[in-house]
């Protein structure tokens, strides 16, 4: 499966911006989704996560309240909404595909199969 990430951009500090990954290839209602991000000289880092039919979610601390991530199936899309952005949440953001079922697994980059060419995300002050 392609993935394409998309709707980056700067925005100023409590901004929102909606990000979405498109997938193409295979139907996106086979794998499990998330969102990861990598900031200038950090580690990627997981980000938020979604189960096949959308009835599950979680996120890493420091964006609980504050990202929404969502899947629409039959657009073959996933879309993370952030809201109150920070200058911390600065980074290119990647969205991945893979059949991960639960647990800490979710925050495991490596255990998934399938990643997209990431958005830059860039939050003013």
């Known amino acids: 499966v392609q993935l394409q990430a998309s709707g980056g951009g700067l925005v100023q500090v409590g901004d929102s911006l909606r990000l979405s990954c498109a997938a193409s290839?295979?139907?996106?209602?086979?794998?499990?989704m998330a969102w990861f991000r990598q900031a200038p000289g950090k580690e990627r880092e997981f980000v938020a996560f979604?189960?096949?039919?959308?009835?599950?979610?979680t996120y890493t601390d420091s964006v609980k309240g504050r990202f929404t991530i969502s899947r629409d199936n039959a657009k073959n899309t996933v879309y993370l909404q952030m809201i109150s952005l920070k200058p911390e949440d600065t980074a290119v953001y990647y969205c991945?595909?893979?059949?991960?079922?639960?647990?800490?697994?979710?925050?495991?980059?490596?255990?998934?199969?399938?990643w997209g060419l990431g958005t830059l995300v860039t939050v003013s002050s």
């Open positions: 979604i189960n096949w039919s959308g009835s599950f979610s």
């Open positions: 991945a595909a893979g059949r991960i079922s639960g647990g800490d697994s979710v925050t495991m980059g490596a255990l998934y199969n399938y």
């Open positions: 290839g295979r139907t996106l209602s086979s794998y499990t």
